[in-house]
């Protein structure tokens, strides 16, 4: 066998013993289901802590459908940090009966800082505290019983609960699209079966909840790295707490459509977990040898990444050592296609089965469905070259201009 093709077949057989993992979670969360408790849940005083940096076009929605949940007004407080906001966000947010706060500050910047300020004016003004705290990003959309679904998982003993997150824009283009079936793909065929099999789910950016307990130990919000996250994720696991996730509990948050932009963003989750990996990987190989399979089941995206990037890497190695020398090059070359043949081709059944499983999840026509599936595969293979990137460069935080109204979420529903 040729060395180029040696090589691919090598770490395409590594790649599929990495994801073993996931197909048994595939079979997981689509043979298990998760005992739904029919018992009455208590009601809780939650805390809901919004950041938000120039969101006037959208922190409206989200505090109305906050406002028009099935679950007691007066047991929800909304907070809403305005971080060096330029327009009149802290005005509509406060309009709609949010506390408002402001904040500007032109170092520490993010929203990693701009929580922890939230944190601190909160136990400052209501020093007999809540019982749990909301996290959610100011373009998000809840549906009628999200609140009163993760209170019956709250009430049920967890510390930490994460819902599920939708998108209110899958068929924008085909960067929404991609990001949509990403996001879904968390959702409903990690997290959820991770929590079937009593294993510590992840937070996901948005749309989560953490008792009073958590927030005492933390005494704020300590998380500043670049996937504060992720960076939460791994400090309660490696401590021993276990996320839980709702998979009743619904949340649309908006995709960026902008190639560029996506690009900017997932080069900084990349980077984030690799720092969160390193700062971390003490204390989850400790976890790891105590017995802890959520520390195990964390650190497994590593690997796909390094195995992703180092495949890259040899394959234009080869390449350009070919060009050079004039020998071997239609065999790297060769080599090279047919390894993204083959990485197209899973990720095309992936998409595929995804869409199929969550047709009615997804808020899009058939039609944009489709189409999309084809190009989902070109979304996910552009990871490798932008972990490439991550790894020699640390970009800065920048936010993402949102625009996306509950009226065209209503619409998507519709189709």
């Not at 327009?87 to 990693?112: L, M, P, W």
């Not at 707490?241 to 989750?269: G, H, M, N």
């Amino acid at each position: 066998m040729r060395v180029p093709e040696y090589i691919n077949n090598l770490i395409f057989i590594f790649s599929i013993i990495v994801n073993l993992k996931q197909i048994f979670y595939l079979i997981v969360a689509l043979l298990k289901k998760d005992k739904y408790s029919s018992k009455e849940a208590p009601f809780h005083h939650y805390a809901v802590m919004i950041c938000a940096r120039n969101e006037a076009a959208v922190i409206a929605d989200l505090i109305d459908s906050i406002k028009t949940q099935t679950y007691p007004q007066d047991l929800i407080d909304i907070f809403v940090m305005a971080d060096n906001c330029s327009d009149n966000t802290a005005d509509i947010a406060s309009s709609h009966g949010a506390h408002v706060y402001s904040r500007f500050h032109t170092e520490k910047v993010g929203k990693g800082y701009a929580l922890e300020a939230l944190m601190n004016h909160i136990r400052e003004d209501y020093p007999e505290g809540f019982d749990g705290y909301f996290v959610f990003d100011a373009d998000n959309i809840l549906e009628h019983d999200y609140i009163e679904q993760m209170n019956r998982k709250f009430s049920d003993g967890h510390d930490i609960v994460t819902g599920f997150r939708n998108s209110k824009n899958f068929a924008d283009n085909w960067i929404s699209a991609g990001n949509s079936l990403w996001f879904l793909w968390d959702s409903k065929y990690l997290n959820y079966p991770r929590y079937l099999l009593g294993i510590s789910c992840t937070v996901s950016g948005t749309g989560f909840l953490f008792s009073r307990r958590i927030a005492e130990k933390l005494g704020g919000w300590p998380y500043h790295m670049l996937t504060e996250d992720w960076q939460f994720s791994f400090d309660q696991v490696t401590k021993g707490e276990k996320i839980a996730f709702c998979r009743q509990a619904v949340l649309y948050d908006e995709q960026p459509t902008s190639f560029i932009v996506s690009c900017r963003q997932r080069i900084r989750w990349c980077r984030g977990l690799l720092e969160v990996n390193v700062r971390y990987m003490k204390k989850v190989l400790k976890g790891i040898y105590h017995g802890s399979f959520s520390c195990f089941d964390i650190i497994l995206y590593a690997p796909t990444y390094v195995l992703s990037v180092a495949s890259l890497a040899l394959n234009l190695v080869m390449i350009l050592h070919g060009a050079i020398t004039g020998d071997g090059i239609l065999t790297a070359v060769q080599s090279f296609v047919l390894l993204f043949i083959r990485m197209y081709v899973a990720f095309w059944l992936v998409g595929l089965f995804f869409i199929v499983t969550e047709w009615k999840t997804i808020r899009a026509g058939a039609l944009s469905k489709m189409i999309h599936l084809w190009t989902f595969p070109f979304f996910t293979l552009s990871y490798v070259p932008l972990t490439a990137v991550a790894l020699f460069y640390s970009p800065k935080w920048k936010p993402i201009r949102h625009t996306v109204t509950a009226q065209q979420l209503y619409n998507a529903k519709k189709k």
